[in-house]
């Protein structure tokens, strides 16, 4: 228009995506509802790359090559990275959002109706509009994530809510699941040892914890716990044949913050602290665990030790 004399354009979205136009800021000087309309794109602004900053990745990530590739941990907590950032559980600040993605990690090659997540989510409640709550915890939800990547984290399609097929999912929960169906392939006893440690290096506690107790977690979780389990049993016991017993009390030592009370991985802490001659120790750890063990687990943990050379 001739009558504009000068003009002021601020884009309001991080992305550009929208753009305010202002005809003749000189005539609004003396008006101060610009300058707080500002101030707030200014501020929320200024918020969204603090939190940006905040969520960057301080490391790089092996799986990591493009735009589409995201990594996503659950042992010991949930944790979402991508090539531009870092979210974990904590930073969501909501357990609903982080229960919601993971339900769907753990059924990602297939979709979930709004009906199927609720009654999965809410059995044991009863909500008057659990399906408006479900979308408005995807629309937060798929927010979060369009801080750190420009696709889409969960879509849309035919047969419910999935994570998006097109982004190139890396998991360590089917790393570690893969590692340890491989292990038997393996015929060398130090590469089955290396194999095992790298199995072990994932497991850094049990899968999302967070959900511990909720009926739809329990069978995925004690699948893997009992995995890892079996997988360090066997690590030790080639620890032990191999006489690396500086292995064999690190391994026990990090395995009994994760499973404090297993009759297994106190026997075998015990047995290298005794081989290191740390026999007081080791007697501490045995009076620990006649403390806090049931009567058939204490009896299963002196029966290990007597089996065990």
Known sequence: SQDVASFLCVPYNRREQGIIFL????????????????????VQEINVQKHLERMKINASFADIKDNADVVVNLFGGLEIITEQG??????????????????????RHRGMSAKELSEI???DKEYDNPTGNLRSTLYRLRNMFELMSENELIVTTKTGYRVNPKLKIHTDYECFEDICANISAYAGKAER???????????????????????WHIPHSSKYHLLYLETLDKLMELLHETKDYKALHKYSMQAI?????????ICWLIIALRKHGAL?????????????LLSE???????????VK
């Open 23 to 42: 005809r003749n800021p000189g005539r609004f000087c003396g008006q101060s509802d610009f300058l707080r309309i500002i101030a707030n794109i200014l």
């Open 86 to 107: 870092k979210l974990s559980e904590a930073e969501m600040k909501s357990p609903l959002c982080s229960k919601i993605f993971v339900l769907l990690m753990l059924n």
């Open 121 to 123: 989510i809410w059995s």
């Open 193 to 215: 040892i290396e194999a095992m440690k790298n199995a072990i290096k994932l497991y850094k506690g049990k899968l999302f914890p967070s959900a511990d107790g909720d009926h």
């Open 257 to 265: 913050t994760i499973e404090p009370n297993s009759p297994c991985i």
């Open 280 to 292: 007081d120790m080791a007697n501490k750890h045995m009076e620990s665990a006649k403390a806090r």
């Open 297 to 307: 687990e204490y009896r299963d943990l002196e029966f290990r030790l007597q089996a």
